[in-house]
């Protein structure tokens, strides 16, 4: 019996070292603002959306500041990770719109 046994250890020694050496496959995952995503491997940096997105620009941060009713736009400024678009309502009045430069979120109305 221990010659079967001392044969059964060794054959699964070998089966682990066997499937220890099989190659690696290299994935990753990213976190971002897109949330988590799985990373293949083959593509570096870019998916099938293009490329990853880092900031607004300022044409984005104009377009979202409209939406809650800036008319006229007479500045888009950068603070940290925030973007202030400044400007007038339609009556006339200062208004400025807070924006997270990321995700495009409207963190603060300000007239």
Not at 10 to 39: E, K, N, T
Not at 41 to 57: A, C, F, K, V
Not at 69 to 95: A, E, H, K, M
Request: net charge positive; no cysteine.
């Amino acid at each position: 019996m221990r010659i079967r046994s001392t044969r059964l250890v060794g054959s699964l020694v070998a089966l682990g070292l066997g499937l220890s050496a099989a190659p690696a496959f290299a994935q990753g995952i990213s976190i971002g603002p897109g949330g988590v995503q799985v990373d293949p491997g083959y593509r570096r940096g870019y998916d099938d959306r293009g490329p990853p997105r880092s900031e607004l620009t300022r044409g984005e941060a104009a377009r979202i500041a409209r939406r809650e009713g800036l008319v006229d736009v007479d500045g888009v400024d950068r603070r940290g990770p925030r973007l202030i678009v400044r400007g007038s309502d339609r009556r006339g009045d200062d208004i400025s719109v807070v924006l997270d430069s990321r995700s495009g979120d409207v963190l603060d109305v300000r007239r």
